[in-house]
C-alpha cells in the first residue's frame, strides 16, 4: 500500500449536507481502501511516524504507528517538514494557552479523525478536549487506540462530536461546552472541500468562542487562491476573511517556526497556510447572557419607577 503525503488536492465530500439518503449511499460505497478521509488521515498518522522516529524528533506520537496499516510504503514530499512544524507549533501553543486557564479549560480539535493529541500531550487537570471529525475516520481509530491502551491525562475529559452533525455547535452544547468560558480552539488536518465549507467552520467558531480566545492552525492554501488566484493577496485575504467574523488573524511564517526550534526548511512553494486568530467578538453564549442581565436591570429599574 503506497499513500501520497500531504496531498492538498483532493477532494473530499464535506459532510454539512443534511441529506441522510445521500450519506447512506456514501457509507455504504467506502472501505478502508478506497475511503478518501481515512487516507488523508493515514497519511498524517505516518508523518507524525516518521518523525516520532527520528533521533531528534520535534514531537513524539507514541500512537501514530497503530493507525498506519502495516507495509506502507511512504511517499515523502518536502511538505511532511511543513506539517511537523506546524504540528510542535499547535501543539506548544495549545499547551502554553490552556496552563494559563483558571479553572476548567475548553479544547475544542477541528481533526481528520486521528489526532492524537488528547491521548499524547500532557494536558493539566480539568481539561475537556473536544475532538470535532469525520465519524467512520473517528470509530476507525479509536478501536486501534483502545487496543493499544491509549488514555488521556487523569482529571481530563475526552469527547469526540461527529463532523457530519447538522449543528455542530448545538451539538458542542449538548456535550457540555460552555461559550461563557475561556477555550482554545485549533484545526488541523479537518477534510476542507470548498471555501463555503470553511466559512461554515468559522461561523461556528466564531459563536462558540468567547472574547480573547484563540482560534489557531493550519488550513490548505488553495482557500485563498479560489477567491483571489494571487499568493501575495493571502494575508489581505485572510484579515477580511477573519475579521467578518470577529478575528484579529495572523500568518505564520513556517521559516520563523521552524528557526524557533532549531530547524530550517527548504525555499519553496508550500500549500499550506499557518495561522493565529484572536476573537474580539462575545460569543453566542456571553451575548445570551448579557441580554438576560440587561432585562434583569431593566425589570429592576422598572419596579424600583412604580414603587
Known amino acids: 500500500m503506497e499513500f501520497s503525503l500531504r496531498c492538498a488536492s483532493v477532494l473530499v465530500p464535506f459532510p454539512f449536507n443534511n441529506n441522510k439518503r445521500n450519506r447512506g449511499l456514501l457509507r455504504a460505497q467506502l472501505s478502508d481502501e478506497n475511503d478518501p478521509l481515512l487516507r488523508l488521515a493515514i497519511n498524517s498518522a505516518s508523518l507524525r511516524l516518521q518523525e516520532t522516529q527520528r533521533r531528534e524528533p520535534l514531537f513524539m506520537d507514541p500512537y501514530a ?136 467552520i468559522l461561523l461556528t467558531v466564531s459563536g462558540m468562542a468567547m472574547d480573547g480566545c484563540l482560534f489557531l492552525g493550519e488550513l490548505p492554501a488553495w482557500l485563498a487562491e479560489t477567491k483571489i488566484g494571487t499568493k501575495s493577496s493571502t494575508e489581505k485575504w485572510m484579515e477580511n476573511l477573519f475579521m467578518s467574523n470577529g478575528f484579529k488573524v495572523n ?33 453566542d453564549d456571553q451575548m445570551e447572557t448579557w441580554k438576560i442581565e440587561s432585562q434583569r436591570v431593566e425589570e429592576d429599574r422598572k419596579g424600583e419607577d412604580f414603587e
Open 65 to 200: 504507528g497503530c493507525l498506519v496499516p502495516p507495509h506502507t510504503r511512504l511517499n515523502f514530499e518536502n511538505s511532511s517538514k511543513h506539517y511537523c512544524i506546524a504540528t510542535k507549533f499547535i501543539d506548544d501553543k495549545l499547551l502554553r494557552t490552556v496552563n494559563h486557564m483558571d479553572g476548567l479549560k475548553q479544547v475544542v480539535l477541528f481533526s481528520d479523525g486521528m489526532d492524537t493529541r488528547p491521548y499524547r500531550l500532557n494536558w493539566p487537570s480539568s481539561t475537556i478536549i473536544f475532538d470535532i471529525s469525520p465519524e467512520r475516520v473517528y470509530q476507525n481509530a479509536i478501536e486501534k487506540l483502545q487496543d493499544v491502551g491509549a488514555k488521556i491525562p487523569r482529571s481530563c475529559l475526552f469527547l469526540h462530536v461527529p463532523l457530519e452533525s447538522s449543528n455542530i455547535q448545538e451539538a458542542l452544547h449538548m456535550k457540555g461546552f460552555n461559550g461563557n468560558r475561556p477555550s482554545i480552539l485549533a484545526i488541523q488536518g479537518l477534510p476542507l472541500m470548498t471555501l463555503a465549507s470553511f466559512k461554515e
Open 251 to 283: 500568518m505564520v511564517s513556517y521559516h520563523k517556526a521552524a528557526k524557533s526550534l532549531g530547524k530550517a526548511l527548504e525555499l519553496g512553494d508550500h500549500k499550506y497556510i499557518l495561522f493565529v486568530a484572536e476573537q474580539l467578538r462575545f460569543s
